[in-house]
């Protein structure tokens, strides 16, 4: 069953066009990661995927959830309403985390529970420490961010997400900001969600780690997809010049 | 004498008080109003902060005091100049603390605002949960600074002809052919900013158990 689907997705920023009739379905379960040149617009993709940005033209759903909808050549999205259930739906990690950093750890994963959700504060203490633990943080819940180490604040954020018990995840580039060390622990902990089958979605400049975490991956460039398959075949056996070009570029550097 | 400069000090107590009391909140408008999106807003919130920064604050009471009185003629009780000190000072005060807030409110990184956003947070709650806690640190240093001036400033109120401490000081001097008075109040102005000081560090120890 498709958890998102996003048709003939079009976004521009005044003149240039980022992203150029962008269309996937995440169905329950996969793991998509998305390769491509810096600027080629992922991050916009996810963007208007986890609605930060509205799209001009396409039609996006979670779901049963028709989130925007194409009406004469432009996307036309639902209420309010409509809206605020979608965001339910997904979770996004950051490249630079964007914790709260005057909240605790678990303050950072239960809050968004007990506001939004409005969950019972120990129902989500409980729930936040267990997924806390999950993310091997046991120990942690009274820090602060700026106490932890980024691996450590990316797995916060990660558990964060999770909290709200999204149908997808959203990742933009989480290992980024983080040194290989730190990268390691963060991949270890997404490979453990890909093998409890969570429906992730995840921009990485890591291929090794897309080859194996994802099912099928897409190659963005110039706001275009150029190539999607089936993971190990993009990776292994690129069929277009550019992302031949591009993986080259990574191999080497 | 000390009976004299203790009814000063307890206008000139009751001036900042008044001044914070009606600052502090005029000064979120006088924020919200420069950050607006509608232009001509931001523009009269840009004038304000502007003029009343860029003129003197003892100009501005005067302006307050003796304009009625020129522009329209009105004739205003005895009363009129405690009145115009309060208005005088909180209008300045709130042009200053808007700013400040501006900036701080500016400073607050986007994500902060993405990071809520995703998570389902409404926009009044990511601004009250989110930003409105972070941005309080952030200012505390700055905000610190416009009180502690504040203190000092209240003796502006003498152009009015109130009786504050500076302007009991000045008469007991006068009267007295002494610098005494003068050196008391000096001393009751340091001493009251230095209790402010103390306050305003416990606050900013408090706010210091994370730093971004
Ligand atoms: N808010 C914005 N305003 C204007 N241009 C933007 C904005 N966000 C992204 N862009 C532009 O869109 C293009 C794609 O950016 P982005 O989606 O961040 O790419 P990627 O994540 O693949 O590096 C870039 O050229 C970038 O400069
Ligand atoms: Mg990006």
Redesign the interface.
Known sequence: MAVVTLEHGKKSFGQTMVLKDISLTVNEGDVLAIIGPSGGGKSTLLRCL???ETLDAGALSYGDIAVAREEAGRAVYGSKDVL?QA??R???V?Q?F?????YTVLKNVI??LV???KMPKAEAEARGRELLAKMGLSGKEDM???ELSGGQQQRVAIA??LA?NPSVLYFDEPTSALDPELTREVLRVIRELAAEHMTMVIVTHEMTFARDVADQIIFMDGGSVVERGVASEVIDRPQHERTKAFLTNYQHG | MMGILADGFVLTAEIFVVTLVGALPLGVLVALARMSKFKPLSLVARLYISVLRGTPLMLQLMAIMFGPYYLFGMQLGSDWKFYACAIGFILNYAAYFGEIYRSGIQSIPRGQYEAAAVLGYTRAQTFMKIVLPQVMKRIMPAMGNEIITLVKDTSLAFVLGIMEMFSAAKALAAREVSMIPYAIAALIYWVFCLVIEMILNRVEKRMAYYHD
């Open positions: 986890t609605l930060l605020r965001k339910t997904f979770g996004l950051f630079n964007n914790l709260f950093p005057h809050d968004p506001v939004v959700e602060v961010p700026c964060r997400a709200m």
